[in-house]
């Protein structure tokens, strides 16, 4: 009887322990990052308790003998953000796949612009910031440019809407418009080959949307050797691939402004091996400034294909942007008090933050085409970039530790530009008694639409209507990198060929327009006798408040050729040092032509009215010959030392140079005589950098130093040779930090800059500020930590308006903020505002001084005011 008592007891002990051992169940599957390979060495714990598990060579985890209960399950690995999810176990096992983001801000972030072989920030001499779509979204941007106005060193005057835009560096000038220095990239090649060319800027051509994966902005360093005419930065826009399934559908639209937009993008593997992305936008409305008509309107479409092979890859890629964006120049603003301490104010009637020259009343203009046959534009095409790329990107191990990769591209690029500059801003009265009415008889002036007189007291604005054809540009780009790979030591030689086409026909005519905001009317002028003396408006075929200086039409093209070599040595486990030097030989041929005069019946009644006595056209006929050559040689040296694993400090000396391309062919030089022409500009830098990474955060500290021999470039706005040369010294600091919920990034940049040759030597370049610096605090809520706040505090200190240091520019900070609630685990609201306070800040002015003691109308461009846009997105 004990013995069977014995056996049953033993019977029930076991039941009990199967059951308990039934109640333990397993959590396994893979860590893979955001592109979908495998990272070993990741931690996986499940919070509040010891159970846990690192993954192996493939990724793969297993976490034994978990109980049943509701668990958060946390991954985490230097370099990405920590993943979290919550896990219920019942009695079964549970696969759970991880995907690690990266950590823009991570020392461990690897960075691949402006360097040969990618290396991890902490082993990299150089200055560089990785900005994410979360990281960009933060500061509420409206157009590429405002995304680059958080990155420190780089000064992005956003003021000009979604081009057009003035990109510096590190106390370089904005010498003649555009980023001279500064080269915009789109997956490691240029967008076109010179970044300051007048009216097609690099970011013209050039649109941010859910296509891209990240932006990576090399400051100095090796940016001068490892691509041309980039001494400066370059910031490149890095595209997804696919290789992780997913896309995103988004909608958005003004609640204050006309705007709607939609983004979409989706990419994922197809085959072995074999994976697809694509995506774009498309977008119409009236634009965050009053115009009166649809001034947005167009937008873009990208695609590539991935195909993996044992010891590599290729990868396809295109794109299509058609666009037609509003161009916002000069708005007029008056200005009292002093040049030290000036108080800037609105016009009557004129928003300068809100509202624009553009109106529609001026929607046409006419004249003589560039090959002198009557043509007529549609001002409402204004930025219209029009873009077919296709390209091809491999990479391949050849074995024996060498490598080759090649990027290579061909761009079909065309368009226009097409937007009212102000010639002046003054009253009815002193436009009639300048020595242009009375040379002209102007005696009284009316609107052109029946209105009735001018009142002398009405402010007006001459007008000359910026209405250039992109003719041709195309490019074609290729690189080709070959690295051999030893024991410490690692050498590239590389070779760069590019070949840009510069086609354009500079078509303006002249208008006088009213000095309001809303819904602007045309002006004739007349004479004594009560007759119009203009057409609807247009007082010239031509520049005429310039002088007709500016019919004209380029046709030429740019040859570049540039071979390099970069060394990497690992001297130590903390030493590395790296060099770097780059050969470019540019040719150049074609034509440009200057500005014609003739009598023309332009409107074909038959009779010839006051502007068509002195009609403007193109002297096709008696071109300039453009053919010469240029060489320069660009270095740079680096050496980074790691102090600890989360600290290290860097070196850097650097030479490089930038060519102009049709900002020299105004100067009457001989230009088939290659040793006169001053195609070249070289900027010299030092840096001194330190970075450190903390549990929560990160920073990095860079001095810089630049001297820039500048030989001068063309302002069409001012129609002026701008020649100087410049020095600046300065610090940047960057930094984030995180604890619990909150979020915190921001950055500084202090430059003293000062000018140092011609009759401004000593002085400050013009629009310099000594401080530029962004701060954006954020905070993550709600029980899956799905919704999210924050702002933005983009800023700078005072500057100069013009190189003669006699008007200040006051000192501004935008606040933006924004606001993410989580609807779903995939669907989100978004509320963005930006420039909540309307602020005025004015980053440029055509005038230098103003007369201390009156009212004084000046010609300004200051970034947008407020605008409020909601959108809502699903991802998938």
């Known amino acids: 009887m004990k013995s069977i008592k014995n056996k049953l007891s033993l019977l029930l002990v076991f039941t009990m322990v199967s059951f308990l051992v039934s109640a333990q169940s397993n959590i396994s599957g893979t860590v ?58 019942d009695g079964a096992d549970v696969v759970v796949d991880v995907t690690m983001a990266e950590d823009a801000e991570s020392l461990d972030q690897v960075i691949v612009t402006g360097v040969t072989n990618p290396r991890s920030r902490i082993e990299s001499s150089v200055s560089v910031t990785t900005m994410r779509p979360k990281t960009i979204q933060q500061s509420a941007p409206r157009t590429t440019a405002e995304i680059f106005r958080t990155i420190p060193g780089i000064r992005s005057e956003s003021s000009g809407g979604e081009g057009n835009s003035n990109i510096a560096v590190r106390g370089v000038p904005v010498s003649s418009g555009g980023s001279k220095y500064v080269q915009l990239q789109e997956d490691g090649l240029p967008v076109l080959l010179f970044g300051d060319i007048a009216f097609a800027t690099a970011d013209i051509f050039t649109r941010f949307d859910n296509n891209i994966g990240r932006i990576e902005a090399i400051r100095g360093g090796s940016a001068s050797t490892l691509s041309s005419n ?99 120049l000069p708005n007029p603003i008056q200005v009292t008090g002093t040049n030290d301490d000036p108080n800037f104010e609105n016009i009557p009637n004129f928003d300068a933050n809100n509202q624009t020259l553009h109106t529609p009343y001026l929607q046409q203009s006419v004249g003589l085409g560039e090959d002198g046959q009557l043509r007529s534009s549609d001002i409402s095409d204004g930025m219209n970039p029009i873009s077919t790329s296709i390209g091809m990107e491999l990479s391949f191990d050849l074995g024996n530790d060498y490598k080759v990769t090649n990027n290579g591209r061909f761009s079909s690029n065309s368009g226009g530009f097409n937007s009212p500059f102000p010639a ?249 005589d290659s040793d006169a022409i001053n195609a070249l500009d070289f900027i010299n830098q030092a840096e001194f950098g330190y970075k450190r990474g903390f549990e929560n955060g990160s920073l990095y500290a860079t001095l810089f130093f630049a001297n820039t021999t500048e030989e001068g470039g063309f302002e069409a706005t001012t129609n002026s040779v701008i020649e100087n040369d410049y020095k600046s010294f300065g610090l940047e600091i960057e930094g984030t930090y995180r604890v619990n919920d909150f979020g915190f990034r921001g950055g500084l940049t202090f430059t003293d800059a000062e000018i140092t040759s ?117 991802n998938f």
């Open 32 to 89: 893979q990052d955001s592109e979908g390979m495998p990272l070993p060495g990741v931690n996986i714990i499940l919070d509040g308790t010891t159970n846990g598990a690192v993954s192996d060579i493939d990724g793969n985890y297993s976490i034994t003998n978990v109980e049943n209960g509701t668990y958060t399950l946390t991954a985490s690995y230097l370099g990405f953000t920590t993943f979290k999810k919550s896990v219920t176990i």
């Open 758 to 874: 011609g009759d401004n030597d000593g002085n400050t370049p013009r629009r310099q500020p000594d401080f530029i610096y962004n701060f954006i605090p954020t905070y993550n809520f709600g029980n899956e930590k799905q919704n999210s706040v924050g702002l933005s505090f983009i800023g700078q200190s005072k500057a100069f308006a013009q190189d003669n240091n006699e008007l200040v520019l006051p000192g501004f900070v935008i606040i933006n903020s924004f606001i993410n609630v989580g609807i779903t685990e995939n669907l989100k609201a978004n509320l963005s505002a930006n420039n909540i306070f309307d602020t005025l800040g004015i980053t440029e002015s055509e005038e230098g001084s103003i007369v201390e003691g009156q009212t004084n109308f000046l010609r300004v461009r200051p970034v947008p005011g407020r605008s409020i846009s909601l959108g809502l997105s699903y």
């Open 230 to 328: 980039s001494p400066g930065a370059i910031i490149n826009l890095i595209s997804k691939t696919g290789k992780v399934e997913g896309g995103s559908l988004a909608t958005s639209f003004g609640l204050d402004y006309n705007s709607f937009r939609t983004d979409f993008d989706y990419g994922s593997p197809i085959g072995e091996g074999l994976y697809f992305h694509m995506g774009g936008f498309y977008r119409v409305g009236e634009g965050i400034r009053d115009a009166g008509y649809t001034a947005n309107n167009g937008g873009q479409f990208k695609l590539n294909l991935t195909k993996e092979f044992e010891n590599g890859y290729v990868r396809l890629y295109g794109k299509y942007l058609n666009d037609r964006a509003i161009a916002y």
């Open 424 to 672: 002046s801003v003054q009253t009815a009265s002193d436009f009639l008694a300048s020595d242009f009415a009375t040379d002209r008889g102007y005696d009284a002036l009316a609107f052109a639409n029946g209105d009735g007189a001018v009142n002398g007291s009405s402010i007006i604005t001459p007008v000359v209507l910026f209405d250039t054809k992109l003719n041709n540009f195309n490019n074609f780009m290729n690189d080709i990198r070959l690295t051999k790979k030893f024991d410490n030591f690692n050498i590239t030689a590389g070779f760069f060929k590019a070949m840009q086409n510069v086609s354009m026909s500079w078509l303006w005519n002249s208008y006088l327009l009213e000095g309001v905001g809303d819904e602007a009317r045309l002006i004739d002028a007349l004479d004594a006798n009560g007759d119009p003396l203009s057409v609807n408006g247009l007082v010239g075929y031509g520049a005429a408040f310039f002088g007709n200086c500016c019919q004209r039409n380029y046709d030429t093209r740019y040859n570049t050729s540039a071979p390099y070599l970069a060394v990497g040595i690992e001297a130590s486990e903390k030493l590395n040092i790296d060099a770097s030097i780059r050969f470019d030989k540019g040719r150049v041929d074609g034509t440009f032509s200057g500005p014609v005069t003739s009598v023309f019946d332009i409107n074909n009644d038959g009779e010839i009215s006051q502007p068509e006595e002195t009609v403007q056209s193109i002297d096709l006929a008696n071109p300039t010959t453009v053919n010469y050559d240029y060489d320069y040689v660009s270095y740079s040296i680096g050496v980074n030392y790691k102090l600890q694993d989360n600290q290290a400090v860097f070196a850097r000396y650097s030479r490089g140079g930038s060519a102009k391309a049709d900002r020299i062919l105004f100067t009457g030089l001989d230009f088939t």
